[in-house]
């Protein structure tokens, strides 16, 4: 017998490496649909508004987005289109919302490092934007945004304008998300798995501090251990992991996603 422990059959889950660009592109619509299907199933959904955002991984200045005025419930990977720096629809039979090039053509400019930007009109997210307030560190998942978030401190109407999106992109600076002022969150990562899941985290991190100052006076972690906490759960990799189940529970109960 041998005297050396045999290795481990299971792994921890690790981001995939693709062997295509049409790999890597199809992946990434894949993560897109699901993305839109999950928001629909948390309530993320008012009307027309909200949108979800990938970068094409070979065309830089180009990303795949969701047609204007349709459910987030019924998007699959067919219906995403591809927009290029112009706006104009470069694949895909629907028009593009115009707020969804204005703010997310001017994120993906702002930061090369970015795959992926979320936005919606989520109840809490909003209701929290309506405060000017940054969140504060009030838990451990809280802590994820700790010193890295941002606060776009101004509200003008609907984002048309690529100048007010290049605004909200400088405001961005080099943290993973926005609270937009009387408006709503927006999220950022490096893979479409990390933006859908900053998203649903921070907006349950809003309704966690809207819950905890109605009821009181909320205690603050102090900012060495909200700092520690920020590493061990706001990195990119956490980001990713944590969407993963979501992805699997979501592609079983509504398989028609990947069309």
């Not at 919302?97 to 702002?110: E, G, K, M, T």
């Not at 945004?145 to 909200?168: C, K, N, P, Q, S």
Request: net charge negative; glycine share 8%; proline share 5%.
């Amino acid at each position: 017998m041998s005297d050396v422990l045999s290795e481990p059959t299971t792994r921890v889950p690790v981001p995939p490496t693709f062997d295509s660009v049409e790999e890597e592109r199809l992946h990434r619509k894949q993560r897109l649909a699901a993305g839109f299907r999950l928001f629909s199933k948390c309530g993320f959904d008012e009307g027309i508004a909200g949108h979800i955002t990938a970068r094409d991984p070979e065309l830089l200045d180009h990303f795949w987005v969701n047609p204007f005025a349709m459910h987030f419930g019924q998007i699959s990977v067919s219906d995403l289109l591809l927009v290029n720096g112009q706006g104009d629809v470069v694949q895909g039979g629907r028009p593009v919302n115009l707020a969804a090039f204005a703010i997310h053509s001017q994120v993906h400019a702002a930061r090369p490092d970015v795959v992926a930007a979320a936005h919606s009109h989520s109840v809490h997210g909003k209701a929290w934007s309506a405060l000017g307030r940054r969140l504060d560190p009030l838990t451990q998942d809280a802590c994820a945004f700790y010193e890295d978030h941002g606060l776009f401190d101004d509200y003008t109407g609907v984002v048309i304008d690529v100048a007010e999106g290049r605004r909200i992109g400088e405001a961005l600076g080099a943290t993973k998300a926005l609270i937009l002022r009387n408006h709503g969150l927006l999220t950022v990562g490096h893979t479409v798995d990390e933006a859908v899941w900053w998203f649903i985290t921070m907006e349950r991190t809003c309704q966690a501090q809207l819950l905890a100052e109605a009821a009181g006076t909320p205690v603050q972690i102090s900012p060495q251990h909200a700092s520690l906490t920020a590493s061990q759960v706001g990195g990119h990799y956490l980001g990713w992991l944590n969407f993963q189940p979501l992805y699997d529970r979501i592609v079983a109960e509504q398989p028609d996603l990947l069309d």
